[in-house]
Nanobody, 119 residues
Framework: QVQLVESGGGLVQPGGSLRLSCEASGSIFNFYAMAWYRQAPGKQRELVAQ???????TYADSVKGRFTISTDNAKNTVFLQMNSLKPEDTAVYYCNAGFYPTYGPQPYWGEGTQVTVSS
Protein backbone atom coordinates (compact mmCIF):
# COMPACT_ATOMS: atom_id res chain seq x y z
CA GLN A 1 0.00 0.00 0.00
CA VAL A 2 1.41 3.34 -1.05
CA GLN A 3 1.24 6.13 1.51
CA LEU A 4 1.98 9.76 0.74
CA VAL A 5 2.34 12.26 3.56
CA GLU A 6 2.47 15.98 2.83
CA SER A 7 3.92 18.70 5.03
CA GLY A 8 5.03 22.31 4.81
CA GLY A 9 1.77 24.14 4.32
CA GLY A 10 0.80 27.22 6.27
CA LEU A 11 -0.02 30.90 6.18
CA VAL A 12 2.23 33.18 4.14
CA GLN A 13 2.00 36.76 2.95
CA PRO A 14 1.71 37.60 -0.75
CA GLY A 15 5.13 37.51 -2.36
CA GLY A 16 6.40 34.99 0.15
CA SER A 17 7.64 31.44 -0.30
CA LEU A 18 6.81 27.97 0.99
CA ARG A 19 8.26 24.55 0.33
CA LEU A 20 5.90 21.59 0.42
CA SER A 21 7.20 18.08 1.01
CA CYS A 22 5.64 14.72 0.26
CA GLU A 23 7.25 11.63 1.71
CA ALA A 24 6.38 8.29 0.14
CA SER A 25 6.21 5.04 2.07
CA GLY A 26 8.48 3.26 -0.41
CA SER A 27 11.17 4.03 -2.93
CA ILE A 28 10.13 6.76 -5.35
CA PHE A 29 12.38 5.14 -7.94
CA ASN A 30 9.40 2.87 -8.68
CA PHE A 31 7.01 5.68 -9.50
CA TYR A 32 6.31 6.61 -13.10
CA ALA A 33 5.11 10.06 -12.05
CA MET A 34 4.77 12.22 -8.98
CA ALA A 35 2.74 15.37 -8.94
CA TRP A 36 1.15 18.13 -6.92
CA TYR A 37 -2.49 19.09 -7.33
CA ARG A 38 -4.47 21.76 -5.55
CA GLN A 39 -8.09 22.46 -4.80
CA ALA A 40 -9.43 25.85 -3.80
CA PRO A 41 -12.86 26.24 -2.17
CA GLY A 42 -15.62 25.85 -4.74
CA LYS A 43 -13.22 24.84 -7.49
CA GLN A 44 -12.14 21.60 -9.11
CA ARG A 45 -8.87 19.96 -8.21
CA GLU A 46 -6.21 21.01 -10.70
CA LEU A 47 -2.72 19.90 -11.63
CA VAL A 48 0.00 22.22 -10.35
CA ALA A 49 3.16 20.36 -11.33
CA GLN A 50 4.21 16.87 -12.39
CA UNK A 51 7.55 15.12 -12.70
CA UNK A 52 7.95 11.81 -14.50
CA UNK A 53 10.62 9.16 -14.17
CA UNK A 54 11.94 10.39 -17.52
CA UNK A 55 12.51 13.79 -15.90
CA UNK A 56 9.73 15.45 -17.88
CA UNK A 57 8.14 18.29 -15.94
CA THR A 58 4.74 19.85 -16.49
CA TYR A 59 3.48 23.01 -14.82
CA ALA A 60 0.15 24.80 -14.78
CA ASP A 61 0.40 28.07 -16.70
CA SER A 62 -0.55 29.96 -13.55
CA VAL A 63 2.55 28.76 -11.66
CA LYS A 64 5.21 28.64 -14.38
CA GLY A 65 8.31 30.54 -13.34
CA ARG A 66 7.20 30.60 -9.69
CA PHE A 67 6.90 26.95 -8.63
CA THR A 68 9.45 24.15 -8.98
CA ILE A 69 8.91 20.43 -8.48
CA SER A 70 11.87 18.28 -7.48
CA THR A 71 12.73 15.03 -5.76
CA ASP A 72 15.19 13.69 -3.21
CA ASN A 73 15.41 10.00 -4.04
CA ALA A 74 17.44 9.20 -0.93
CA LYS A 75 14.60 10.54 1.22
CA ASN A 76 11.76 9.20 -0.97
CA THR A 77 10.42 12.73 -1.05
CA VAL A 78 9.03 15.06 -3.68
CA PHE A 79 9.06 18.81 -3.09
CA LEU A 80 7.16 21.79 -4.40
CA GLN A 81 9.05 25.04 -3.99
CA MET A 82 6.58 27.91 -4.25
CA ASN A 83 7.88 31.45 -4.69
CA SER A 84 6.16 34.78 -5.30
CA LEU A 85 2.97 33.41 -3.83
CA LYS A 86 -0.33 35.08 -4.66
CA PRO A 87 -3.69 35.02 -2.86
CA GLU A 88 -5.05 32.92 -5.73
CA ASP A 89 -2.56 30.18 -4.80
CA THR A 90 -4.58 29.57 -1.64
CA ALA A 91 -5.77 25.97 -1.69
CA VAL A 92 -5.31 22.52 -0.25
CA TYR A 93 -2.30 20.99 -1.98
CA TYR A 94 -2.25 17.25 -2.60
CA CYS A 95 0.61 14.93 -3.44
CA ASN A 96 -0.16 12.42 -6.19
CA ALA A 97 1.82 9.44 -7.49
CA GLY A 98 1.58 6.24 -9.49
CA PHE A 99 3.48 3.57 -11.31
CA TYR A 100 2.14 3.80 -14.86
CA PRO A 101 1.28 6.46 -17.45
CA THR A 102 -2.32 7.63 -17.08
CA TYR A 103 -4.72 10.11 -18.56
CA GLY A 104 -5.32 12.43 -15.65
CA PRO A 105 -4.16 11.92 -12.08
CA GLN A 106 -2.21 8.94 -10.81
CA PRO A 107 -4.09 6.67 -8.39
CA TYR A 108 -2.37 7.44 -5.08
CA TRP A 109 -3.10 10.57 -3.05
CA GLY A 110 -1.94 12.17 0.14
CA GLU A 111 -4.39 13.79 2.54
CA GLY A 112 -3.40 17.32 1.60
CA THR A 113 -1.83 20.33 3.24
CA GLN A 114 -3.42 23.78 3.46
CA VAL A 115 -1.66 26.76 1.91
CA THR A 116 -3.11 30.18 2.66
CA VAL A 117 -1.70 33.31 1.04
CA SER A 118 -3.00 36.39 2.77
CA SER A 119 -1.83 39.65 4.28
Amino acid sequence: QVQLVESGGGLVQPGGSLRLSCEASGSIFNFYAMAWYRQAPGKQRELVAQLTSGHTTTYADSVKGRFTISTDNAKNTVFLQMNSLKPEDTAVYYCNAGFYPTYGPQPYWGEGTQVTVSS
